[in-house]
């Protein structure tokens, strides 16, 4: 295997681009170790005052309830001391979109697409724990996060 | 002045100017058709003339038109929003286009009798019914196309009867209710309302079945079921038509109509069909 590192200073976060001649079960167990790597690095949320890290691939989604910002995975709810613009910012070119003023969404964990008459998208996280409704105004930055 | 205002000021404009230029044509016509028996412009309502005099009926004719062409203009802003705001907002723009357009009809002369002008509001019904059902079908492709890429997406239904469920229903408005109302409040009480139905309303609603077989072929590939919808809704609409006029031989015209409607609409959904395999192979290749 050629390993190869590009500097960009344009880049906010690594950017990895696997090139292969096919997608063989080695391929795809790499691109899997490096999505891994990504979603273990540890997030630090807080219960009761006491910090707990998070491994980033288990967060279902940020949200906003007016007492403050919280994190939920499907352990519990943590409180969190960034406001949420300042999680879209450090999650920029992730799987952690935001999807309407008040929740960022890890795209990883939803299980489940339903759209209402009106136009809002109900997403279903990891099978049915948390469930978060995207606004027609987040669409765009959903469809850049997945690539379309 | 914020962005928004401007946005609002400017389609107002433009969509009043635009709306005094085309319905002075074709508010001529109809008044041309409806009052002097042949498609002539005349540009006021010889009813409206006679009823409050040439100057303020010309006046009254084209404010109306104005404000008829304002409220097209500003058609899509209601529905640039989502949840309560675009019930509210389109209910809004709807009374508004109900109000103005009932005034012109009532006014002009042009629906004979309240079960006409019912039907034009019938008409206007359908307008925002598929005004809302494109936009949702819009919506239904654009969600797709984010579970497909978060390896959400089903596998595709026999016939792709699923997928075309949409667009079925759009065909039902679009060649079945739209062609019925829009015959009956066009063609009521003249001479030869199937003739009109087979020159004016054939062309337009096979152009229109087309774009939408498009926009389904370029999302899911060849779907059969939404040609043969177009075909099969458009001939039960004009068979209703043949119960108003009691054309002697309906049979022959009305299965070309059909045929014609149901060629457009495969057309567009072959072309698109083709797109969606073209867009496949590229992708695979990447």
Sequence with gaps: MKVEVKIDPDLSRPHVIIRAPAATPEVLALAERLRREETSAPFTAFRENEAVLIPLGDILRFYADGKGVSCQTEKGTFAVRQRLYELEEEFAGTRFVRVSNSEIVNLDRVTALDLSLTGTIRMTLAGGAAVAFASRRYVKKIKEAVGL | ?286
Aim: hydrophobic residues 55%.
């Design chain 2, 1 to 286: 002045m914020n962005e928004m205002k401007r946005a609002w000021l400017v389609r107002i404009l433009a969509g009043g100017l635009c709306g005094m230029a085309g319905l002075f044509l074709l508010g001529g016509l109809f008044n041309g058709a409806r009052f002097q028996g042949a498609w002539e412009i005349v540009a006021v309502s010889p009813q409206m003339a006679e009823r409050m005099g040439l100057p303020l009926a010309a006046v009254l004719q084209f404010g109306l038109y104005f404000l008829f062409g304002a409220g097209l203009g500003v058609a899509t802003l209601p529905f640039a929003d989502e949840g309560e705001q675009l019930a509210l907002r389109s209910a809004l723009h709807f009374l508004y286009m109900a109000a103005v357009s009932s005034a012109l009809v009532l006014l002009t002369g042009w629906a004979l009798d309240a079960a006409m002008w019912l039907v034009e509001l019938l008409l206007l019904v359908l307008l925002y019914v598929m005004i809302w059902l494109g936009r949702w079908i819009a919506w239904c492709g654009e969600l797709d196309a984010i579970r497909e890429k978060l390896g959400l997406a089903p596998a595709p239904s026999p016939l792709r009867w699923r997928e075309s469920l949409p667009h079925i229903g759009f065909a039902a408005l679009l060649c079945l209710a739209v062609p019925a109302a829009l015959s009956v409040t066009l063609f009521y009480g003249m001479d030869d309302p199937t003739r009109g139905m087979i020159t004016i309303i054939t062309p337009l609603t096979a152009i229109a079945a087309c774009v939408p077989g498009i926009s389904l072929g370029r999302r899911h590939g060849f779907c059969p079921l939404y040609p043969l919808a177009c075909g099969g809704f458009y001939l039960l609409s004009l068979f209703g038509l043949y119960f108003v006029d009691r054309y002697r031989d309906p049979t022959v015209p009305f299965l070309v109509c059909a045929t014609v409607v149901l060629a457009a609409a495969l057309a567009g959904n072959l072309c698109g069909g083709l797109l969606h395999q073209r867009g496949r192979k590229k992708e695979a290749a990447a």
